[in-house]
């Protein structure tokens, strides 16, 4: 059973630099799709970037050229790398592992940005 534990999230001031992890259990990651999502508050859950088993990657609008997702296969960590953070960004952010019809999740880390 794959388990995901985020980390590294926390307050930020607008402009600022960020980055968050996700450790991954039970399996390694190199067969998985690994993705980031983003929940803001009363918002819904919306998708940040993703990383194909082929290191293929690709990004939602949230990015917006400012996120960077990597992975460190030997570590079975993935990696979100924030930058020009702003107060929209505020927000949980979860990660996802997707595999076939199967997904998990992690239980997010919370990025507060301010003034």
């Known amino acids: 059973q794959l388990h995901l534990e985020e980390s590294g999230g926390g307050s930020v001031q607008v402009g600022g630099s960020l980055n968050i992890s996700c450790l991954a259990s039970?399996?390694?990651?190199?067969?998985?799709?690994m993705l980031w999502y983003r929940q803001r508050p009363g918002g819904r859950r919306e998708y940040v970037a993703l990383i194909i088993t082929d290191g293929s990657k690709n990004y939602g609008s949230p990015a917006r050229g400012r996120f960077t997702i990597s992975r460190d296969v030997s570590k079975n960590m993935l990696y979100l790398q924030m930058t020009s953070l702003d107060l929209e960004d505020t927000a949980t952010y979860y990660c996802?592992?997707?595999?076939?019809?199967?997904?998990?999740w992690g239980k997010g880390t919370l990025v507060t940005v301010s003034l």
């Open positions: 039970g399996d390694t990651i190199s067969t998985y799709t």
């Open positions: 996802k592992a997707e595999r076939g019809p199967k997904d998990w």
